[in-house]
């Protein structure tokens, strides 16, 4: 069993900054992959960065050089940075993590979601 907490989210100016938090907990052998996702109202969920268990990382274009994704691993939590943030990032925000089971397994993890809000 995996359970992923998002926090952090909530409503901000345009131009402001949030930073979101991940934390994954249960009984797994490693987490991998970890990765953060959004779906704006009326819209399909989208891949919104990643990053790998070594560190690679991965962005969408329309977030390139405004949001910076890290973990801890000694905490099994994921970050987002979030700056310069724009209406249009108004979203529900999801944690993933790809995580290896004591099976040996693969399985896909899921948050339930932090509302980020941008708006004045």
């Known amino acids: 069993q995996v359970q992923l907490v998002e926090s952090g989210g909530g409503l901000v100016q345009p131009g402001g900054s949030l930073r979101l938090s991940c934390a994954v907990s249960?009984?797994?052998?490693?987490?991998?992959?970890m990765g953060w996702y959004r779906q704006a109202p009326g819209k399909e969920r989208e891949l919104v960065a990643i990053?790998?268990?070594?560190?690679?990382?991965n962005y969408a274009d329309s977030v390139k050089g405004r949001f910076i994704i890290s973990r801890d691993d000694a905490k099994n939590t994921v970050y987002l940075q979030m700056n310069s943030l724009r209406p249009e990032d108004t979203a529900v925000f999801y944690c993933?993590?790809?995580?290896?089971?004591?099976?040996?397994?693969?399985?896909?993890?899921w948050g339930e979601g932090t509302l980020v809000t941008v708006s004045s």
């Open positions: 249960g009984t797994f052998f490693s987490i991998n992959a």
């Open positions: 990053i790998t268990s070594v560190g690679g990382t």
């Open positions: 993933h993590a790809r995580v290896t089971t004591l099976g040996y397994t693969e399985m896909h993890a």
